[in-house]
């Protein structure tokens, strides 16, 4: 049982490139939700899709979008890399609002 | 403004100590209130859950209270461990809305 999978794992980009970070889960979750982890402070929710079909804005939207492809997939996407979208990113799935099961991360590096 | 804050400082504790870590927030009114563990390079994993109504959680060596009073959450575990060591997240469910807010974490080290 995979839980949830990111690809790649390491990424590294030149200011301007675009990019899409993967994210598939097999838990049958309907949530989804994309996290960016900078150092000393918490995790800070991007965008998240409720269920199939459906994606809303989190706290940092600004320089990403989003497709939910199906219900296993969620995927992220820079349009134009920045500098200060250097960060480890997270996905994640969740049956409910109790808890939440993370994938091993994305280290992107913008220079 | 609302905040979620954790002991940026790492806690070093003896094994077989217990650990007591420590989540405030302010201008929250949380429905659920969960705690991860996150170990170096990988994502966070989900420990416990403790509800608005919920004084206290136990899991094996995990204990959780949640003081809506207070506006806190401890985290306990007893007889640490070194494999405990870990950076520790708490992150709140709010009320009638659909995001978890983290913390951004405690670094907890267990000397054998």
């Known amino acids: 049982n995979a839980g949830v999978t990111q690809t790649p794992k390491f990424q590294v980009l030149k200011t301007g490139q675009s990019m899409t970070l993967q994210c598939a889960q097999d838990m049958n979750h309907n949530s989804m939700y994309w996290y960016r982890q900078d150092p000393g402070m918490g995790l800070r929710l991007i965008y998240y899709s409720a269920s199939e079909g459906t994606t809303d804005k989190g706290e940092v939207p600004n320089g990403y979008n989003v497709s939910r492809l199906n219900k296993r997939e969620f995927s992220l996407r820079l349009e134009s890399a920045a500098p200060s979208q250097t960060s480890v990113y997270f996905c994640?799935?969740?049956?409910?609002?109790?808890?939440?099961?993370f994938g091993q991360g994305t280290r992107l590096t913008v220079v | 403004s609302q905040k979620i804050e954790q002991n940026s400082e790492a806690l070093n504790i003896q094994e077989g100590k217990t650990a007591t870590l420590t989540c405030n927030y302010t201008?929250?009114?949380?429905?659920?209130l969960q705690w991860y563990r996150q170990d170096p390079g990988r994502g966070p994993v989900f420990l416990l859950l403790i509800r608005e109504n919920e004084k206290e959680k136990r899991k094996e060596r995990l204990k959780v209270t949640f003081d809506t009073t207070l506006k806190q959450s401890l985290f306990h575990i007893t007889a640490s461990q070194p494999a405990d060591s870990a950076t520790y997240l708490c992150?709140?469910?709010?009320?009638?809305?659909?995001?978890?807010?983290f913390g951004a974490g405690t670094r907890l080290f267990v000397k054998a």
């Open positions: 992150a709140l469910v709010v009320t009638g809305g659909f995001k978890t807010i």
């Open positions: 201008n929250y009114s949380p429905a659920y």
């Open positions: 994640a799935s969740s049956p409910g609002l109790d808890s939440a099961f």
